[in-house]
């Protein structure tokens, strides 16, 4: 409940920005907390960030820690209703400008965090006072970072709460499920959880957040040399520490991935392309099994908290070849089952060819780790398309923005689609850098022109294409 929030509110107020939204009450988040960032397994997937209970004055040498000179503003003052079919009503106030929509679902996430504070350190003055400092690099933890070279820098802003809040989830389920997740002051409203069948729950879920909760936080890396001295990555997020060899100049486990320079559409191509093997093993999987993994991923789609815990998992098993949930809360321990008693079932099934297996487990990492990249009203767009039929004639849009070479989609075909269902596909696509065209009789999507090249096309792309796969012949 409290990572679905978080999420949902570095999406809205700063998307594609600095912020990282806080997953757990546990982690403490005070200024200058150092935060491991640990890449990821395909490019465009965003670090997973990792805070440690140590502060950067933990890991200096000497006795003069740093004082950094701290400062607290007024960040915003914010509410917000989504509801799961884009529909929704949000109101933020910021300190010099108001952004407000309105609109309303059966199903929806409410936020209503009130005012809200940043803190921030002046980096100025820690530049200064950073001159003058060595990192400790006996301390076990830059030992451990340094090993698996990762990256790690320090807190510099966070935004934290002004007041007590309540987070409060409402689910609907039976045919139809959707959630309604509150924050609000320290007056709770009553939540009822009722199944839409003829059997009825009612139940009160409310998570007390008190005040001077941090919610969303920034790093600034740190560039780390052999001698200890290190350098703070005011521009951009490229730390990491000095290579031992003579031979090799530069730094290891920097984050974040580079961007080609290729036009847009060429290096969405190149891209598909590269991953088709991917796709073409979904695809080729049994129509029974086709139809029941995307029954559960269709499922998963409606619970983003559900969604990023089986995609942990799965990074795990990448690495682990195991899957260790003792993590996992017990709710989202059952809607993940299903999908690695399939793996398992589907390994059996092919007769001891680890090889397959592997691969059919990096496969649906990959579809994963697309629609867990995606906020919740892209998910939620998505999941209004995911019917078989759909998905069918979106595959087409998606061969002609990536240039194969294929027709464009009929516009008889687009145009016959619900508009509900039109209106959600021209989110996704919008929200994913991408534009809905009709010329005649045909209809095409293409790569809006961007200030800065990016993934999003790339990552709706892979979540369409392997969603089709699953549906064919389904």
Known sequence: MFATATRNFVDEVDPGGLLIPVRSLNDSITLLTVVVSQKRFWCWQKPKYIPTDFTLNDILTGDTPITPVLTEIDFIKYNGTYGDNIQGSMDATFIHSNVNAEGKDSSKLQFSFGSLKKDEVDVRKLLQDSKKSLIDMSHSLIKQTKKKRQVFGVVKERIVTSQPCS????????????????????????VSLKDNGSLSKDSNVTMEIPKNTTLAYALIDLEVKQDGHYELCLMSNKGGFEVDSPTQKGLVGVTGASVPNNPEVTRLAEELKNLHAHFQLLSSLPATSKASLLKIMTGIIEDQAALSALQSVLDQMLVDKSANMADISEAHKQSIQPVLEMLKELECGSEGQTEHSASLLSALHLLTSALDELTHDCLAALRACSSPAVLKIVELLVQCLSGSGESPASNTNVAALPEDVLANLEHLFTSSDVSLLRDGDTARIQINQLQEPGYRPLIMCIALRGLHALAQCV
């Open 167 to 190: 987070v409060i989830e409402e689910v609907q389920q039976a045919g139809e499920c959707g959630g309604t997740l509150s924050l609000c002051g320290p007056k709770s409203p009553k």
